[in-house]
């Protein structure tokens, strides 16, 4: 069985990181400190919310379950998975729906929690944006089909 390539931006992070100059390296992992810091503050907004600060009256704090995506990240974010941060921008987009939602609709400290929920979402698809953009950077650009096939910059000597 061959080995993985490390020119594949899903290897482990000793190997893209060989492939990125080392200014770039310092700012692949401040966006990824950035984004398991938002992730884990989601997370914890999430839990306190439904279970001790602004519960549903009535509720039983099953609401709290809605962190369990979240918190299945975390692991794939501390890796440094690509696959990770590009299936967290497309799940964000359901907190940032319930953000909006509950701080229109809601009243009092829930209205608080849900502009803060909102805020840290949208901070967590813009920090996720910049990881993937960071890491792909280093991947060499596609040929271009027609116009010669991609040969006017080939050395002449």
């Known amino acids: 069985m061959p080995a993985p390539s490390s020119s594949s931006p899903e290897t482990a992070p000793d190997d893209f990181f060989a492939e990125h100059p080392p200014e ?11 984004n398991v810091g938002l992730l884990l ?11 001790w600060l602004a519960p549903l009256k009535g509720g039983t704090g099953a609401l709290a379950f809605k962190v369990l995506p979240l918190a299945l990240a975390v692991a794939g974010m501390l890796r440094h998975r690509l696959y990770t941060y590009r299936w967290m ?69």
Do not use: H, N
């Open 24 to 34: 770039r390296r310092a700012q692949i992992e401040r966006m990824r400190l950035i």
């Open 89 to 157: 921008s497309l799940l964000i987009w359901l907190y940032v729906t319930e953000g909006v939602v509950r701080a229109t609709s809601d009243t009092g400290m829930s209205q608080v929690l849900a502009g803060i929920e909102l805020a840290l979402s949208l901070g967590l698809f813009a920090a996720g944006a910049v990881y993937v953009r960071l890491r792909l950077r280093v991947l060499p650009p596609k040929p271009k089909k027609g116009k010669g096939g991609g040969q006017a910059d080939a050395d002449p000597s």
């Open 41 to 51: 503050a989601l997370i914890a907004l999430g839990l306190s919310w439904e279970l």
